[in-house]
Each structure stands twice: as structure tokens, then as C-alpha cells.
């Protein structure tokens, strides 16, 4: 009876060491221009993905709201959410990361920048404007929106208005690009796209990642070109058409190791329907929830979508 009893713990024991048990890590939510973490639709989504995930998820603030998400440049707000991240002592085992839209530019600041953060292990990137956008996104009304405006109508590769408004810094225009790259002063950083400049360290960080998750929404009307949320974006010197991501030299280069991530099967190209940021609850369960609770793991080889086969990576 006693060697039974051995025999069967012997089973269990070797049973339970082989269950792939997963280890789900906390995540944050970076939100988009003119939010901020106290709005409902921002504190609605992270209470979904917390629900979806079963997994601890916090809102980060980069500033002081609405008006910094607007006025401050994005390298400050890179700035503050590194120092952020760096002192909850939740993320120190690393964490993910879910970008709304212009939040997207934070998180990539914050993978590629970050000396010292913890390390980030899956990225999901809702609408983010990655290749650049080729206008400001409308403001609307009241006097933040005054502000912006007159910043928009004057010189936008300026000092001045690199220094005080947001959008400016990841503003890529097409017949521009000789201005774009000499005074843009965050795109062309956070995109490696220097010849003699580029840093190996950005690549590595990014290709560090277990998973990339790109989602962009079809009836985008936000970002323009909606592409770029794929890293998609116009030729150098003309408005179309618009690039695959695989077409780019950001991509066959390896600029900042998107290549890399893809070719390892760790980046999901993702398109849904709905206009910016508009997702449904069953697309927010399949392709963002399932990246935080650890049953996304590249090895299960479910990583890519039918979507990603088509830009023939």
C-alpha cells in the first residue's frame, strides 16, 4: 500500500512539472493624444483588458493630461514614463505594453530608449502612427485647440513648434523629407533612419521582444495614411501609393529589427474593422487580451494572421 502511495505521488509530481503553467505579467496602457488616464473610454479599456486577461493593468500618465498630450514634446514624455516604469515595483519582472494610438510613439520611446527599465515582453499597438503620419490630427474647438492651430499654420519643422507641439514630432510629409529628417527631432531618432547615426542598441531592444502585435483599423481616418500603423508609409517625395512595410527600407534595411521580429514569427499584422481606435470586444479578446496572459507564446506557432502572410513575410 505504502509503494502505491509512492508510485502515485511519483505520477503527480512528474504530472504537475509538466503542465505548462503560464506567468502572467502585468501590463500598462498608453493612451492617445488629447486623453488621459482619468477619461472613461481609457479606464473602460483597461478595465476590459483586465477582465479579458485576468491580468493587473495600469494607465500611465506622460504628463498632465490632455494639454501635454498636445503641447509637450515627445521625447519628455518618452522621459516620464521611462522614470515611471522604472519605480513601480509591479513591472520589475518586465510587463507589457498596450499603445493607443499616439501612445504607440511613447512605447516604442520606452522600448528602444529606456536605460535601465524593466524589460518589456509582448507590445500590442492599436492605430499607432509609426512610419509617421502626413498631417496633424484635428484638435476641435476651445482654446487648447487655438493653440494648437496657430502652431500647425506656422513653420512645423520649426524649433518653436517642434519644442511645443506634440504631433509635429512624428510628422513625416511626403515632398518634405530633406526638412523631415533635418528637423523633425523624434521620428527620424525613435526610426534609426540615419545612415550614420543608427544605433544597434534601438534594434536589439525591439527585436527583444516576444511579440509585436500591429493593429490597424480600416476605416482609419485619423492616421493618415492608416498604413502606417503596419510601419506602411508613402515613398520619399510623393503621396502614393502608399508602401507595404516590407516595401520600406525601414523594413528591408532592418532599420530598428522589424525585419528580424518578423521573420522570427514574433510580429502579428493585424486589420480590423472600424474607424480610429473603434475596436470590438471580440476582436480586443483575440488580439490584444490573449498577448497578456500569457497564451500568445511565439512557440505555439499561432502568431502570425492570414493578414501578415500577405505582405509576403
Known sequence: MALRSLSLLFVFSVAAFS???SHSIPFIVLHGINSE????EVQKTVEKLTNFSG???HCIEAGNGVSDSWLMPMHKQVEIVCQKVKELNILREGYNIVGLSQGNIIARGVIEFCDGGPPVKNYISLAGPHAGVASVPKCGSGALCIIVDQL???AVYSDFVQEHLAPSNYLKIPDAIHDYLDKCSFLPVLNNEYPSTRNSTYKERLS??????????ENDTVLIPKETSWFGYYPDGRFEPVLSPNQTKLYSEDWIGLRSLD????VNFVSVRGE????SDKDMQKYVARYLNGNASTKSGNVKTVVSRK???
Not at 488616464?37 to 472613461?40: D, I, V
Not at 527583444?208 to 483599423?217: A, D, K, W
Not at 521573420?263 to 514574433?266: D, H, L, S, Y
Open 19 to 21: 503542465i505548462p503553467f
Open 37 to 40: 488616464c482619468s477619461r472613461p
Open 55 to 57: 491580468v493587473e493593468g
Open 152 to 154: 500647425i499654420k506656422s
Open 208 to 217: 527583444s521582444l516576444e511579440n509585436l502585435v500591429l493593429i490597424m483599423f
Open 263 to 266: 521573420e522570427g514569427r514574433k
Open 276 to 279: 480610429h481606435l473603434q475596436i
Open 311 to 313: 505582405l509576403g513575410s
